[in-house]
Structures are given as structure tokens and as C-alpha cells.
DNA sequence: CGAAGTATTGAGGTTCATCAATACCGGTGG
DNA sequence: CCACCGGTATTGATGAACCTCAATACTTCG
């Protein structure tokens, strides 16, 4: 239906990414929000030891959908999408993560769905064999991975309703109100988004034609402000809430 | 923008549910795909001393979306639906489940959809409190959950292409064999499906009108043969996966 | 057989996708 | 600093896909 492809460069990830240097956990910004914070340090230096890090440049591309699982990894800085694509090039976006969460399909042989860097960022990256092994001998660790998978499926089911069954506008409204409790924004209170308009679209399953009238058109209205390609002010936020509605 | 109204009966669930008789894990017919499948016998023992079988009329529904997460359940015999609704009454199925899979939401304080039986249906019924306690105590059993959250994951995803990109007639084919493959037909290969037109429109984020015209459509274009309201038989599979097509 | 609920069919309207042109932003080099 | 250029976003015109409303037909169950 419509064969857009991607103008970023799409190289091979784990031999490509630069690993780079620090490589402690005693100074990780993550390491009492990922999956890692219950573990005890012995535990976690083991861990550790099985992980390294690299970094990425937006645009590059972790793992792709229907590969075998390889690899996992802890989001240290950045925000990267999970997506899924149809034969004739139809992309969805299933999921967009920021620091702290956690990426890749531990447990299981194949990748469901692409990671891709939006920005540019560093994991902590494991080899999934490894790192299943680690998690069988660590219940805190099956117990945090558990409560993430939880919480993720929960909002996953959340945006079917979304997807399903509400209008382009209502879509718009959900999906900024949604960036704007994710991001902080800045003294003005503008939010600087991750997302292309493109992207928004395939968050959103609309077209960026439509994503751009709606965004527009709020503008019009006085529920939000537009300021640059990326920045979004919620000037409405009482009026974005009634639309985006749901339950 | 549709008010539509549940006929069945939507009885508070677990108060009014009936309690039957047997209740010893060796007989059950689940014990070895249900999460409880690693156990040992003392342990498996355990914890069916803190569940209690119920029963259930189709129609009924097990908990509400934004309750207070109380119960958990695992389903021994039926089908039973996951929904949520919008604030106007617009309503969409994010899941179904069949005997064997596991309900309700452990190691959270809110349900965040409603699980109503869509056939008579048996659940294996934990108090979610207790049932936490267990699972923490038992790593066995939460690897199992994970397992089974991470699979959930991956097909909630999945139907999210389904959602956001693919035309009523790719929806409608996708569902099709989605069903073929986890029901299987009787000797004619004619399918009983579980779902009214409502219900699949409701899965596929469309109009029942929508799935209607589609599915005679099919059926004129010989897809599909259709037996009385709920039968299904897949005439011509290749067809159907061409048209489903995704990846 | 009749009634209630469910599904199909039809007519018409709305929303959103598509195709196409123009405007804008932000970085690079003159 | 300005002009230019590639890429991205906006705007417009048109049409198709799907929704809505309404009537009819079919199933199932008492």
C-alpha cells in the first residue's frame, strides 16, 4: 500500500554498535529503575559481567522482526520503537521505550518485532542464552522481568482501544497527553517529541496527512501549540483529556 | 457513538458464581498446560487448597475493568472474552481465552479490562492476594507466568498490526484462520466459533455490518462456506493466508 | 408455530486515505 | 549572514472504505 522506506541507515547492530567504555553498574542512571534494582551487588557485578554496552545512533536498528532472539538488553538513555510491518511494507509501531526499560524477547526463539533507535542511545546489551540462564538462578530478576511484561501487556491492550476503535482527533489527543506525562517539558512547558510526524502515524495507525490536519487543527482551536518540527506545548490539557476520553 | 447493551446477564461474578464439586488437581483436565504445570504434587496441592473451582454461564462476567484487582483464575473449560470501553460505550476485545490460559491481573492493585465467559465456562479461582504470596514463594510458577505474559505479549502485538494497517477484508480473513487454528473443526471442517458478529467486529475494530458483508463476500467468492450462525468451514485456505498475508 | 434475538442487505453519508502541490525547517557551504 | 538544498510537514482536492441508519431475513428456542 505505501512502500516508504526508511532514510536512516539500517547496519547490522551488535557487530556495528560501538561498545563503549564505562561499564560499571555503581554509576548506572538505570540501575534502581531497570530490571536490575533488586538484585544485590555480588549479583549484579554477575550480571554485569555477561552484559556490555554499546551505543546507537538514531536510526539504527537492534533487531529485527522474525529474526532468532540473540540478544536483550536494559534502555540506558534514548527512546527506541518496537514495530511490526506487513508484506507489502504497512508499519506499525507496537511500542516506543525510554531509559530503564527493557528490550528483546528473553525465553522465547524469535523476535516478534524490530527495535529501532528514534534518537540516539545506549543499552546494556546481553546475550539472551546467557541472560535466560542468569535469570533461571535469580527469581528478583524473573519477578521485576514479570511485573514489566505485566505492565507492558497492560498498556499494549490500553492502545488496542485506540487503535479499534477511536477517531483520528481522539487519537491525536491520547497520544500527546501520553507524551506529554512521559516527557517532561521544558521551562515554557514545550515537549520536545521523539517522534516524527511519520511515526506519530504508524503510532497511531493513521497516515501523516491525517496525524498533520488533526495537529493542526487542535492548533487552530488553542488546545495546543506547535513550536518547531518537534516541539508541542499542552495548552488545553482539560480539552485533550475530554477528547482522548476512553476509560 | 454506539450504545450497544450487553443481552446476557452481567451478575456480580464471584459471590454469585457456583462453587462445584470436584476440586483435586489429579483429575483436572489443564494440569498439565495450565501455569501450575511445573509444580510438584505437594506444591500443586498447596495451591489448588487456596483456589476454588467455579462455574460459569456464558454471559457472565468475572471482574470489571478498573476494579480492584481481587481474583486471579486459571480457565479449565470455555471461552471467555477480554474488553475495555471507551466513556461513550464503544467497546474492544483485547483478547480471547480458551481452557488453559490464565486471568485476572497478579501483582497489581487494578483489572485492567473485564473477562466475561463467552460459553459456558469452569475457572480455577485464586484470591489474587494469596495467590501472589504463593507465586513469590514458588519460581517455578512465576517463570511460567512469565512465559505465558511474554506469549500474550507477542499476539497482542501482533493483532495491533491488525488493527492500525489491515483493510475490514484482511481483518476479517486474519481472524478466520486465527480460529482455525486454535479450534478445531468436526469432521466436515466446519468451525463452531465462539463469537458472535458483534464479537468479532468488536475484536476487529469494525462494524458487525462490516464483518457481515465480508464474510458473504467470501462466501460468494467461495473462501468460506457458512453453516447456521456460528459455523465456519475454511475452503480455501490459500486464498485466506494470501489475503491475511501480514508477516 | 411464534417471538425474540441475531444476521444480512441496502442506501446514503462521513471519515480518512490517496495523490499532488506547496511551504517550511534546519543544516551546509558559499 | 544569506542562499540553497534535502528532507519533512502542511495544505488541498478527490475518492474509496467503512460507518450509520433502516428494513428485511434468518435462527433458535420456548
Redesign the interface.
Known sequence: MDMRFDMAQNVAPVPMARPCSGHSCDACVVRDSAICADLNDGDRDALSRIGRRVALHAGQTVMW??DDSTVVANVIEGTLK?A?????G???I??VVYASDFIG????ART??SVTALTDARLCLFPRGAFDGFA?RH?EL??R???R??????R??????L????SAREKVATFLLDMGRRLRGDADGVIALPLSRQQIADV??ITIETVSRQMTEMKREGMIDLVGRRGVRLADMAALEALA???
Not at 487503535?163 to 477511536?166: A, P
Open positions: 522482526e522474525g518496537l511490526t510491518s506487513t508484506g507489502d504497512r508499519e506499525q507496537v511500542g524477547r528473553p525465553f522465547g516478534p518485532h533461571m527469581g524473573q519477578h522481568l514479570l511485573q511484561t505485566l505492565d507492558d501487556l497492560d499494549t491492550r490500553a492502545w488496542m482501544l487503535l479499534g476503535r477511536k497511531l495507525g476520553e476512553a476509560g
